[in-house]
T-cell receptor, first 114, second 120 residues
Framework: AQSVSQHNHHVILSEAASLELGCNYS??????LFWYVQYPGQHLQLLLK??????LVKGIKGFEAEFIKSKFSFNLRKPSVQWSDTAEYFC????????????FGTGTRLLVSP | DTGVSQNPRHKITKRGQNVTFRCDPI?????LYWYRQTLGQGPEFLTY????????KSRLLSDRFSAERPKGSFSTLEIQRTEQGDSAMYLC??????????????????FGPGTRLTVL
């Protein structure tokens, strides 16, 4: 069965600091990978996605993620965070088998202090 | 607002009662998904429809849970004989699939605001 691990449950950063959130998945086959963000009081929104091709994908608001197949990882990065990036971030995987379900990690709460 | 909508946004009920939630997907989307999210966890998949056909069901979906999408548009999720362990946020998502039902193509899922259920 697929699973997703997000090792950082809570992260606190100051504005302008760099961000890297870890995500590892367990599934031996081809996968589609996602990062979703949930801002306070809002619903889940897609930040970026990887289906195939260039393993470095860029998303909205200056976020990017790198798929490293050998490490089963899809870490999220941002060079300089802003207070408005305070949110909960979820990594998710869909096994490219025809099944449509997303398997989510437990999420990382990011607090950016001004 | 043309996003996914869910009603009600909050529901408080007593143990043993039945509850029903509604999800209205983005209008042209033919796939609809239900997830459940408990405190401190990510969303967990419950079930998915393509048009009116229910194509996948999780083992989490016990026989007390039933989901329908009778006309391939809105969907309802009913929980019978609620238990305190059913307390959670119930999320709905939708996507547009261009292939046939059961097609392996994956499409971005857009999430609604959720219905928060509290069972006393």
């Amino acid at each position: 069965a697929q699973s997703v691990s997000q090792h950082n449950h809570h992260v606190i950063l100051s504005e302008a600091a760099s961000l890297e959130l870890g995500c590892n998945y367990s599934y031996g086959g081809t996968v589609n990978l996602f990062w979703y963000v949930q801002y306070p009081g809002q619903h889940l929104q897609l930040l970026l996605k990887y289906f195939s091709g260039d393993p470095l994908v860029k998303g909205i608001k200056g976020f990017e993620a790198e798929f490293i197949k050998s490490k089963f990882s899809f870490n999220l990065r941002k060079p300089s965070v802003q207070w408005s990036d305070t949110a909960e971030y979820f990594c998710a995987v869909n096994a490219n088998t025809g099944f449509q379900k997303l398997v989510f990690g437990t999420g990382t709460r990011l607090l950016v202090s001004p | 607002d043309t996003g996914v909508s869910q009603n009600p946004r909050h529901k408080i009920t007593k143990r043993g009662q039945n509850v029903t939630f509604r999800c209205d997907p983005i209008s042209e989307h033919n796939r609809l998904y239900w997830y459940r999210q408990t405190l401190g966890q990510g969303p967990e998949f419950l079930t998915y429809f393509q048009n009116e056909a229910q194509l996948e069901k999780s083992r989490l979906l016990s026989d007390r849970f039933s989901a329908e999408r009778p006309k391939g548009s809105f969907s309802t999720l009913e929980i019978q004989r609620t238990e305190q362990g059913d307390s959670a946020m119930y999320l709905c998502a939708s996507s547009l699939a261009l292939g046939l039902a059961g097609s392996s193509s994956y499409n971005e899922q857009f999430f609604g605001p959720g219905t928060r259920l509290t069972v006393l």
